[in-house]
């Protein structure tokens, strides 16, 4: 596998070695699933994402949500790590959700599309 290697000032690597304990994403995605969810109302988007994430066998979707309420409900029960966010798809109030939504879950990392 090739990698590519950024160096600071000093000339020191700023990645993991090979053989250092720490796990890139690549290795780190080779054991397990990254539990993924979708917020987005149009529904023929959320479907269409929803199943395109399907296809990568390094990702699992644990749920789609379309509004607040849907979306507080799935992380609260499914606890995924990463919730795709439909920004625009989301009207209006979609800007003042994501800081409630980081405060429920904290663990959970939000990717807006926009």
Known sequence: MLRKR???AEGDS??????SG???IGEAAAGAQLRVAVAARPALFREILTRQLDNEPSLKVVGQARDEDQITRLLSK???QVLLFDYEGLGPNGESM???LRRMAPATRILVLA
Not at 14 to 19: A, D, I, S, T
Request: glycine share 6%.
């Open 6 to 8: 950024s160096r600071s």
């Open 22 to 24: 720490k796990k890139t």
């Open 78 to 80: 499914e606890n995924p």
């Open 14 to 19: 700023l990645l993991p070695r090979r053989g």
């Open 98 to 100: 994501i800081p409630r």
